[in-house]
């Protein structure tokens, strides 16, 4: 069956503009989560998804990222004003649910903020 | 101090070596430990789960020492195709906690 999917896979953007980071999970997986990982370095965990629901947002680097999951599928990572320290691969992962072991990653979004 | 630490590497061993890694934890309250292992510009894929028994798939095995905050992979026989960097993960059981670490590299030479 289909992966998790990301859009777009490349994406170079000028400082000061905004992005929005597209991820479709795995259908009938109840929870999606984001990260981010810059050049060489380990996953920096950003939001998750319980439904449609992020009950915790606190992961989040600024308050110019924010997420949104509708119909419990397709969720949006949008970041405003972007900033140099933004450029990083931005992955998405989902999970049957939220207490399942396995997460299943998207190819994830390469993001350069020039 | 990072709540979850690894060993950056790159560990360099020969086909055939067994290698062992560790990765460290900090804070007691984590629930679960998993492996993920990933390939240069792929995204992370399950290697394994880590039981407090421990647990063996093929040649690797995975250890949970609760009380040194530590868990550990092994692989035998390392092949060529084994050679990638892995991911230590742990989850609370709020899952809004789940931590990487930022991955030990290993190379396996021919």
């Known amino acids: 069956g289909a992966g998790v999917s990301q859009s777009p896979s490349n994406k170079v953007t000028e400082k000061g503009k905004d992005v929005e980071l597209r991820c479709d999970p795995i259908?009938?997986?109840?929870?999606l989560y984001w990260y981010r990982q810059s050049l060489g370095q380990g996953l920096e965990f950003l939001i998750y998804f319980q439904g449609n629901s992020a009950p915790d947002k606190s992961g989040l680097p600024s308050d110019r990222f924010s997420a949104e999951r509708t119909g419990g599928s397709v969720s949006t990572l949008t970041i405003q004003r972007t900033q140099q320290e933004d450029s990083a691969v931005y992955l998405c992962a989902s999970s049957l649910l939220l207490q399942a072991h396995e997460q299943y990653f998207g190819p994830g979004t390469r993001l350069t903020v020039t | 101090r990072k709540e979850v630490e690894q060993d950056p590497g790159p560990f360099n061993v020969p086909e055939g070596a067994t290698v062992a890694f560790n990765c460290t934890y900090s804070n007691s309250a984590s629930q679960s430990f998993f492996w993920y292992r990933q390939d240069c510009r792929k995204e992370p894929k399950l290697l394994m789960s880590v039981y407090s028994s421990g647990n063996e798939d093929g040649r690797f095995t995975a250890q949970l020492n609760r009380a040194s905050q530590y868990i550990s992979l092994l692989i035998r026989d390392s092949k060529l195709s084994d050679s990638a960097t892995y991911l230590c993960v742990v989850k609370y059981s709020s899952a809004s906690k789940i931590i990487f670490g930022s991955g030990t590299r290993l190379s396996i030479r021919p």
């Open positions: 259908s009938g997986h109840t929870a």
